[in-house]
């Protein structure tokens, strides 16, 4: 970590807060994990202590640490705009994926339609509907990333979901409110009226990219366009590791139509009798054992930390305002190298980039070995990005199943199937403008000694 900030600019509301991140190393990974204000911090200390004081009455009767959790899922709810039992709290996005794949009443004639550029957490149960029930999978495929920068939203709509016979009544469109790869950001309430014009039956959205990163008040990211929309709170929200949250629109579902898996109360479910037994779905799905309360409880004090700095509106304007600098430094320097879209209504907190030789910037290199160097060099001078690979996954004619590491891709005989890579910058709320300022200096050092 050789590089330290200097002449910091003035701190923005609330970023003093993150003391725990050093001040020697500049962070831009917030897609794959957050950090916490020490607010928070301190909040999940003391709820710890509280259970650990008297464990079973929090868990059995305690109003803010107990099972039902109604407290904690309300301000969640007030949080997204939506209803108390809109909101079942998770341990993540993937937990709450696989709640609502694995849980939906799907039939082998069902069609789901999904992209190549989803992560595992939509990929792997989908892969395990497939197998044991032969459902239909239809792949649509994004365009080339050397088209992705100059599309906007209703092109890419059009290109992605265009209203054609094979896509027509649905089951179940699954997206990512922003992908991992590209940072491509898809406008949700057009989402839903394309979803609409072809009689999908669910719209089930991975928001591991959304949460914390925009306003989800805005029309365009709301989560109430969705059916479903799994997120996590430990990303861009920087809350405690292993919380997430999960949005069901339709908080009076029942089985048939919806058997989910995680819950202790699915018995109740099973017969007309029972119905007073019935709790509403999304709290059925909260009991489910002991799960990290506390680390819930303290959930509420990052909401209100959020209030405190201005609300999701100004936590957005500051990540978009970021990412748009770096966006721009490789749209400048090497047009060939972006991949993340330049059209604002596609935009966000992510940027994805070939690496390129600085001195030849049409010159790019999309091969692992080269850009996991980069980012290995990048972290080395103390500013820490990531790498992400451009999956394909065709199911098709030989399933083709991405790998739980997401560095590679391999059909059904184990074989890879030819992808590219590139590096991914995350421009968190606690980030500066001299953060990317060290982090254009450090990126071109690194750059120059590319094709040498």
């Known amino acids: 970590m050789k590089n330290a900030k200097k002449n910091r600019p003035e701190l923005l509301k609330g970023q003093s807060e993150f003391t725990q991140l050093p001040k020697n190393f500049i962070y831009m990974n917030n897609g794959t994990e957050g950090s916490m204000p020490g607010c928070v911090i301190k909040a999940l200390h003391k709820t710890l202590k509280q259970w650990a004081n008297n464990p079973t009455n929090a868990f059995e009767i305690d109003p803010v640490l107990g099972k039902r959790q109604k407290k904690n899922r309300k301000a969640m709810a007030q949080f997204l705009g939506v209803q108390l039992n809109n909101i079942c709290q998770t ?7 696989n709640m609502v794949i694995m849980g939906l009443d799907f039939k082998p004639e069902d069609t789901l339609v999904m992209t ?58 699954c997206i990512s409110h922003t992908y991992n790869t590209t940072g491509i950001r898809l406008p949700l309430d057009k989402i839903k009226q394309r979803a609409d014009e072809l009689n999908i039956r669910y719209l089930i959205v991975d928001g591991a990219q959304g949460m914390g990163m925009v306003d989800l008040n805005k029309p365009e990211n709301r989560v109430d366009n969705c059916d479903f929309y799994a997120a996590p709170t430990h990303k861009w929200m920087n809350g405690p590791p292993g919380t997430g949250v999960l949005y069901i629109k339709n908080a009076c579902i029942r089985p048939p139509e919806f058997y989910p898996p995680l819950s202790q109360k699915m018995a109740a479910y099973m017969s007309d009798d029972d119905i007073q037994s019935q709790l509403p779905m999304a709290e059925a799905l909260t009991i489910r054992g002991c799960s990290i309360i506390p680390a819930y409880v303290a959930i509420t004090k990052l909401l209100k930390f959020f209030k405190k700095i201005g609300g999701q509106e100004k936590v957005e304007k500051h990540i978009l305002g970021l990412s748009s600098i770096v966006r721009d430094f490789i749209a400048e320097k090497s047009p060939a190298g972006l991949i993340s879209a330049t059209a604002p209504e596609l935009q966000s907190g992510l940027v994805s980039f070939y ?17 996991i160097g980069v980012v290995d060099k990048l972290l080395e001078k103390g500013v ?69």
């Open 384 to 452: 820490q990005v990531r790498y992400v690979p451009f999956p394909t996954v065709d199911f098709s004619e030989q399933c083709k199943l991405q790998c739980h590491e997401q560095d590679s891709v391999r059909d059904c005989s184990g074989e890879p199937v030819e992808q590219t890579f590139a590096v991914r910058v995350s421009t968190g709320y606690f980030n500066t403008p001299e953060d990317v300022k060290v982090f254009r200096k450090t990126l071109k050092q690194v750059l120059k000694g590319l094709g040498k």
């Open 355 to 371: 690496p390129f030789n600085w001195e030849q910037p049409q010159t790019c290199f999309k091969d692992k070995k080269t850009v």
């Open 116 to 173: 190549d550029h989803e992560h595992p957490s939509i990929i792997s149960p989908i892969w395990i509907l497939k197998k044991k029930l032969g459902l239909q999978v239809k792949v649509r495929k994004f365009p080339k990333p050397a088209e992705l920068s100059k599309i906007n939203a209703e092109q890419l709509i059009d290109h992605l979901f265009p209203n054609i016979p094979v896509l027509k009544n649905a089951k179940a469109l």
């Open 91 to 97: 341990e993540n996005t993937t937990m709450g994926l």
